[in-house]
Every structure is written in C-alpha cells, then in structure tokens.
C-alpha cells in the first residue's frame, strides 16, 4: 500500500542518548542567568518569538543532554514555560 512516504525519519538519523533516562519527557536544563553587561548579541526568544535586544538581562537554558540546543529566553517567558510544563518558581525569582 501507499505506506513509507517520503518523510525523512530524522529520529533514525539523529543518535539521541535515551540510556539511562527514566522520564523521557523530563528534559534537564541548565537555566544561566545572563547579566544585561553580558548580552552583546541579539536573540530570538522561542517563547514569544520576538527578539532579546542586546543589553538586556535574559536567561540562557541548555539541555544537559543537548548543548548545542541551548535557547536564550526573556527571564519573564521562561516562567510562564516553566508554569506551562507544571513547575513553580519560587517567586522571588520573577522579575517584573
Ligand atoms: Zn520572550
């Protein structure tokens, strides 16, 4: 039949480390805080798609599995991920 289309399989192509790693679904992150001093570029934020404009604090997130996917985020749309995915912040950490 009309099975086996021409979607790339990317999963088969890609060598994920899935070992060890009971909760799949439970990335974990390494969330830096970056000082505005030390934001010299600009970047796209995937939580609101608009840009970071360079000088502005942020937090940079890095899969610990995955360092080259790491995302710079706006500090504020990082938690609302976070509280999307179900994890509290403490709230002193949010930052109006
Ligand atoms: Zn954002």
Excluded: F
Excluded at 6 to 27: F, K, R, V
Excluded at 44 to 73: F, K, M, Y
Aim: charge should be negative; glycine fraction near 8%.
């Amino acid at each position: 039949m009309g099975v086996g289309g021409p979607l790339p399989n990317l999963a088969a192509m890609t060598d994920l480390p899935t070992a060890q790693e009971p909760d799949s679904h439970e990335w974990r992150e390494l969330v830096k805080p970056i000082q505005p001093y030390q934001a010299r570029k600009e970047y796209t934020c995937p939580g609101c798609e608009s840009v970071i404009a360079a000088g502005i604090g942020h937090v940079v997130v890095v899969p610990t599995e995955a360092p080259d996917l790491r995302r710079h985020w706006h500090r504020g749309c990082w938690y609302k991920e976070q509280r999307r995915r179900g994890i509290t912040a403490p709230p002193e950490a949010i930052e109006s």
